[in-house]
């Protein structure tokens, strides 16, 4: 059977055994008035008063919202925040671009995120964890040294808008996420995302309560205050599917639940054979992004199976960052995660690393990116394919004529879980 795969801006098709088993997320359809959903949402907040009773004329306004690599309607979301906050003027708002440790977005970039009005009209800041003259330092909260963007704390009101997808080891995306690390210093991040804590079990999908991760997420939150906030859940077409507003962990924990019923999905055994996507634009833009499409195919692929990313990387490896450095830096997995977890090893992007090569060692993974060189996949200690359906045959061949196949052709969309 032919199955179209997320990948890019246009899919990919590849054949598969029949007896293969697809597995996607409860497709949702629209709201069919996104910006009445976004509106009904404000004005009947969870835990808060609606926005525009708790919004004070003369106030500077902080509204936070996600980096290029995700897919979150930011124009729609913040039309509706503008619209419930009457007398509140363009030049009191700053828009704050939540990178985390990402690079910057660009001009071109941003204007398209959040469309030309708001670009060119709102201050906006694209953060820069790295920047250390931009950071304030807000207090400690369970080891965390927490530093975040100095405009943001200064900010009179906060607002945090994201979307809310499972996340591979903090749990759920959005939420207080877009305080930290999305507005986080360097080395706020680097402890948030520290070894033991990216190797603790419940640094995982779908976990946020025990999750060290997202409970350290959620005090900094806490901590340092958000005035409101705003997220939504999509479907596969990146359409509002609902949304929520109000007290910050209020109504992200509800969003949750919703994202939970609709993307995680049991399995009874393991599979021989996984294939997995980014998610497509654009999320699959680079090699480190595409390490969440592993991760979902890792919690069902047997030991010594074998995982297939389709990953386009457009933006490479990246050329930004020190995942790619810290990639070449040891010749396998082992000594990767070996080094990474070492007394006094420290370094930025250790964490994807960590994580990858955790599931090189319970898998052997290849992966199909156009925008990679061959040499750059095997670089990363990865093996290079051309064309799917050939890889998913030779894999076949390796496991036996009863091999299991299992399709995740939207990637971590969809998180799938063994029941036992």
Known sequence: MKVKLDYGTT??????????TVIQPIY??????????????????????????????????????????????RQLMLEA?????????????TIFIATGTHRRNSEEEIERMIGREFARTCRVIC??????????????????????????VASDFKITTGFVEPHFFAGFSGGPKMVAPGLAGLQTVMTLHNAERIGHPNATWGVTQGNPIHDDVREIARLTGVDFALDVTLNHDQQI???????LFQEHAAACDVARQNAMRGVDKPFDVVVTTNSGYPLDQNLY?????????????????????????????????????????????RALLDMITSSGYSSPDQWQVQIQAMIQLKANVMVKADRLSDDQIRGAHLQPIHDVSVAVDGAIRIAGASASVCVLPNGPQTIPYCKV
């Open 11 to 20: 899919g990919l098709l590849a054949d598969f055994p029949d007896n293969a």
């Open 28 to 73: 949702v359809p629209p709201v069919p008035d996104p910006v009445a959903t976004l509106r009904s949402a404000i004005r009947s907040p969870i835990g808060r008063q609606p926005l525009q009773e708790l919004v004070k004329r003369g106030q500077t306004i902080g509204i936070s919202v996600c980096d290029i690599t995700r897919a979150q309607p």
């Open 81 to 93: 925040l503008f619209s419930e906050m009457p007398g509140i003027r363009l030049d009191d708002v």
């Open 127 to 152: 953060h820069d964890a790295r920047d250390t003259a931009s950071l304030v330092h807000v207090g400690d909260t369970n080891g965390v040294r927490v530093l975040l963007n100095r405009e943001w």
């Open 241 to 247: 599917t609902a949304a929520f507003a109000g007290d």
């Open 289 to 333: 992004q595409a390490v969440k499409g592993m991760s979902a195919a890792a919690k069902i692929v047997k030991k010594g199976g074998t995982i297939i990313c389709a990953a386009e990387c457009r933006d490479g490896i990246p050329n930004h960052g020190a995942y790619g450095q810290i990639l070449g830096s040891q010749p396998s997995p």
